[in-house]
């Protein structure tokens, strides 16, 4: 797995500029939508006599014009312009009543689907906001559904023992469509009420789309979306491809240092979780703060964005090493130093700091995009603000997904070994952080991190509404994605008994960092460059039996049939009741233990949690069927699923899947099946490959969840007169050795046919 790293040059530009920068994000690139009124035929602002006159004119070919605007002079709004348009809108003006003719009567747009457009639009409506956003992944084959967000601003409350209140109210978005001379791709549609695309045809690609929605309030926030269509065969998808070593761009350093406010109110707006907080003795902080950019300095075009947040104990720069790696592959990155809202700011408000560390990274994006206007500074033109991500490491991590919370107008979160900002005192007792945005994410944690990892990636992995990546880099620790740091690293030789099993690290800093390189810029190379072909690396099958990580992930996958959840134990999706036989323990529960760090909160998890007979033969059952019907999996590649040993801190349990073996079963409506072995999809590596120091012996835990990818094709194989029209149900075989230590226990979740 360790790669030779070609030498990246870096220009260090020691510039430093004192700027103020707001805690709030300004929309500096707000746009205007065009429109128009109905039966203003001939554009000039109002609907009178000389309107009718010009259909008229325009219809046998006496002014020798085209109306510049057809929607408009469509008077009755049934897709064609005659005779009947030109009657209609000279009763409406003689008798009065122009508020009898259809929608818009003011500047607006088309409520309904025809072929005529607007190609000189006599009016313009405001844009009050843009956002970037991700649509549904579509595939040849499965019917397509994807879904815009159905509220500009969510509606956010606080619970505390029996009292509660309302922090903000929701905004619902009312109508939704597409500007006057665009359409969407092959034959979707847009529900203008929900907002929902609906179709069955899809040209593979990645289709660049603009929606606008307008909110219960008139206001109009404008869509930057991205649909991401593949192939029936996915052949889009390239394995092998390696992103650890370093591009080819040039880098320049930037240093700047601005001036930031924090506030501290008092009293606070609402209880906050878990503490009694001291009252500030200011009503505000100014502090100076040091920002670093990383930019590629030969870069032909405006770049992708990163704003980045260390966490707490570490510092800005202490990143260089994956910042710059970033940079000459082309993105330009912002590392803020900022302290404040992990110490001082928690000294009044007891714990976390997670939103107000998220309001600097917002203030941050204004400031290096204000760079970007300034024909006098060095980025001026470099960046391009629709492609913006937020980052961060440990509460940075967190602090980044907050930021996205603040500023939805991003393309996407890395978060590094991030904390849960539920157990935020200022997030803890809202309804914030149960559903996370709906935005690609990429979380790198490590095995070994016991300062975020326990129960945080499975916490967030269900909670998460995007497509979303997790990687767990086996013996890697918290402070190795450092370029110094040790925080969170403790050196020991690896045992199998407490601490080592759970708390050493066991693999070098350079190994670490090469794979947090990897992942990272896959990550934005799918995100930051539309880049479909590596989908294998974060939705796909490619490293699931890796001896170096532990990919789990959400494709959100656009036709993917979910089998079973668990939220209904001992339910399947459909209905169906969960049967199983041998195990000595079956239940709904959590595969983590151990609530660290406190104090809690902790959301619900619902895996399924099981001990298999530790010298015999383990099975359970999902029934498929949906309300008596057999299910149609035509159009899905793979059924996939998540599994892990469970994990009991300080406990030398389960190393490895060695101790048993397992098998997957199809079966039908007329009782054929078609049985297959998941093991060659599960890691079989006994002993670490490459851990440090060199000739130590690691044994495997592979104590986190991986996603595993049984192709259906291997099941006709197996049955080729297996009907994947009408499946009847999935049966899981464990067979065990005798050789698991404590018991095999083991954790299983969301079985889908995608």
Not at 13 to 19: D, H, I, K, T
Not at 46 to 67: K, Q, R, W
């Amino acid at each position: 797995m360790r790669r030779t790293i070609p030498p990246i040059f870096v220009i260090l530009l020691s510039v430093s500029l004192s700027v103020s920068c707001l805690s709030s994000r300004s929309n500096l690139y707000a746009v205007d939508l065009d429109g128009f009124v109905r039966g203003d035929c001939n554009s000039d602002g109002s609907v009178d006599v000389s309107d009718p006159i010009y259909t008229l004119e325009s219809l046998f070919g006496v002014s020798g014009e085209t109306p510049g605007c057809s929607d408009a002079c469509d008077v009755n709004d049934d897709g064609a312009i005659n005779l009947a348009d030109a009657i209609e809108l000279l009763g409406a003006v003689f008798l009065g009543i122009p508020a009898a003719l259809p929608a818009p009567l003011t500047c607006g747009f088309d409520p309904t689907s025809d072929p005529l457009g607007c190609d000189a639009p006599a009016c313009t409506l405001p844009v009050s906001e843009e956002r970037a956003f991700t649509l549904e992944t579509a595939r040849a084959g499965l019917p397509y559904l994807g879904d815009l967000p159905e509220n500009q601003r969510e509606g956010v409350t606080w619970q505390q023992n029996l009292q509660s209140g309302v922090i903000q109210t929701a905004l619902s978005y009312v109508e939704y469509g597409l500007p006057i001379g665009t359409s969407l791709p092959g034959d979707l549609s847009l529900d203008g009420s929900t907002g929902v695309l609906t179709g069955t045809t899809i040209p593979s690609g990645l289709h660049a789309l603009e929606i606008w929605a307008r909110d219960g309030n008139g206001d109009h926030t404008l869509f930057h979306a991205e649909l991401p269509s593949f192939s029936a065969a996915e052949s889009e998808i390239i394995p092998g491809q390696v992103f650890s070593n370093g591009g080819f761009l040039l880098v320049a350093i930037q240093d700047e240092v601005f001036t930031y406010t924090h506030p501290l109110p008092w009293p606070t707006p609402y209880p906050l979780d878990g503490c009694t907080p001291l009252q500030p003795p200011a009503t505000e902080a100014v502090e100076s703060k040091n920002l670093r950019i990383y930019y590629p300095l030969t870069a032909t075009a405006p770049t992708p964005l990163l704003i980045f947040h260390h966490g707490t104990g570490f510092n800005s720069i202490e990143y260089q090493q994956l910042l710059v790696h970033l940079a000459s592959r082309g993105i330009t990155c912002a590392s803020v130093e900022d302290q404040f809202p992990y110490f001082e700011f928690v000294d009044y408000y007891c714990w976390g700091g997670h939103d107000e560390a998220a309001e600097v990274l917002v203030s941050v994006r204004q400031l290096v995009e204000s760079y970007n206007l300034d024909p006098t500074h060095p980025l001026f033109g470099r960046i391009d603000n629709r492609r913006v991500f937020y980052g961060g490491h440990s509460r940075g991590g967190a602090s980044a997904m907050a930021a996205r919370e603040i500023d939805p107008d991003v393309r996407g979160v890395l978060m590094l070994q991030g904390t849960d900002a539920r157990q935020d005192s200022w997030i803890g007792n809202t309804n914030r952080w149960i559903d996370l945005p709906d935005v690609p994410v990429m979380c790198i944690s490590a095995e070994q991190d016991t300062d975020v990892i326990y129960p945080f990636a499975e916490r967030l992995l269900e909670r998460f509404r995007g497509p979303t990546s997790m990687v767990t880099i086996y013996g890697g620790c918290h402070g190795y994605s450092t370029d110094a740091s040790s925080n969170g690293c403790g050196v020991c030789s690896f045992t199998t008994t407490a601490p080592g099993v759970d708390s050493c690290r066991y693999i070098a800093r350079s190994l670490q960092i090469d794979l947090l390189q990897h992942y990272a810029t896959a990550f934005f190379q799918r995100y930051a460059f539309g880049n479909l072909s590596v989908e294998g690396i974060l939705h796909g099958a490619e490293d699931e039996a890796s001896p170096f990580v532990g990919v789990s992930y959400r494709r959100n996958l656009s036709g993917a049939i979910p089998v079973a959840d668990f939220e209904d134990y001992p339910f399947t999706n459909s209905g169906g009741a969960i049967a199983s036989s041998g195990a000595l323990l079956f239940i709904k529960g959590t595969c983590y233990d151990w609530p660290f760090p406190l104090p809690a909160p902790i959301e619900a998890i619902s895996n399924l949690v099981l001990i298999a007979d530790p010298n015999g033969v383990t099975t359970f059952d999902l029934p498929i069927d949906v309300a008596g019907a057999a299910l149609d999996v035509t159009g899905t590649k793979t059924l996939t699923f998540r599994v892990k040993n469970h994990d009991i801190h300080g406990v030398a349990d389960n190393f490895g899947y060695f101790h048993l073996d397992m098998d997957l079963e199809l079966m039908d409506s007329s009782g054929a099946s078609a049985s297959v072995p998941v093991d060659p999809h599960l890691p079989q590596t006994i002993f670490h490959p490459q851990p440090e120091p060199a000739g130590l012996n690691v044994q495997m835990k592979y104590q986190r969840f991986l996603s595993v990818t049984m192709p259906l094709g291997e099941f006709l194989v197996v049955n080729p007169s297996l009907d994947l029209t009408a499946l009847d149900s999935i049966r899981v075989t464990i067979t065990t050795n005798g050789t698991a230590n404590v018991d095999a226990r083991m954790g299983f979740d969301d079985f889908r046919f995608e």
